[in-house]
């Protein structure tokens, strides 16, 4: 298709592996006042427009689909119930029923909010410098668990909420130190939050027409203009043959 330069438009000329040339138009981009091009807007003043648009739910009340039936994880000997906003238990069972047991944590919802005090209201992230959505996860805090024999204290789990499909269950549960854990559990409900969804780049579109062979580009052509070519002739040994 052929394009039209507009008078401000800025065009390179690129050759392709047969070495047919082609003069090619760079998109315009938008500047701000800065100067600075704006190639994309951050998640935060996404997320500052969608909300004055409509009233964005918090990841809270996306979570409230948690509540009810409780998940379980079963990992070799020792099984995890999770009850959403009420405690964490390690067990074993036989039989279907409990034969060991241990509260990893009951949710508190002072040290949740504690936590996300420094925080955004929206949400909490893993690394608030990461760009990637996937890396993002929304915290509860659950605290005064069964005492540990190795510290004396009660046991805590953080419960990471990740944006994951296709299904609300338990993905994993580490102990990050003595008697602390991390349990994530994957929401799916949590990825209609803005936050929680991957920025897309923006592509732009360049437009490329056919150059003749004989085209000789602007800036070689004002090259040949301004060069001089200068002929010095031998006078000294043309006079030194004659006067022979």
Not at 23 to 40: F, R
Not at 100 to 127: H, R
Request: contains cysteine; glycine residues 2%.
């Amino acid at each position: 298709m052929l394009h039209l330069q507009d008078d401000d438009q800025e065009s390179i000329v690129m050759p392709d592996k047969t070495g047919q040339k082609y003069i090619c138009y760079l998109p315009k981009v938008e500047k701000e006042k800065s100067g600075k091009p704006v190639i994309q807007h951050n998640i935060s003043s996404m997320i500052v427009e969608t909300e004055k648009r409509i009233k964005q739910k918090t990841p809270d009340e996306l979570l409230e689909v948690l509540r009810g039936p409780c998940f379980l994880r079963q990992e070799g000997w020792w099984s995890y119930e999770f009850c959403y906003q009420k405690k964490l238990r390690q067990l074993h069972l036989e039989d279907d029923k409990v034969v060991q047991e241990f509260v990893l944590g009951v949710y508190d919802p002072e040290a949740t909010a504690a936590f996300n005090e420094n925080l955004s209201d929206i949400s909490t992230l893993k690394d608030p410098r990461s760009k990637d959505a996937s890396q993002r996860y929304h915290a509860h805090q659950y605290t005064n668990g069964t005492v540990c024999d190795l510290t004396n204290k009660p046991r805590e789990t953080e419960v990471r909420f990740v944006c994951s499909e296709p299904r609300a269950m338990i993905s994993s549960i580490t102990e990050i130190s003595t008697c602390k854990y991390a349990l994530t559990v994957q929401c799916p409900q949590l990825c209609k939050h803005p936050l929680f969804q991957e920025e897309r780049p923006v592509w732009h579109t360049i437009d490329c027409n056919v150059l003749p062979k004989d085209h000789v580009d602007a800036k070689v052509r004002r090259q040949n203009e301004n060069t001089e070519i200068v002929i010095v002739k031998d006078f000294e040994n043309s006079d030194l043959e004659s006067e022979q």
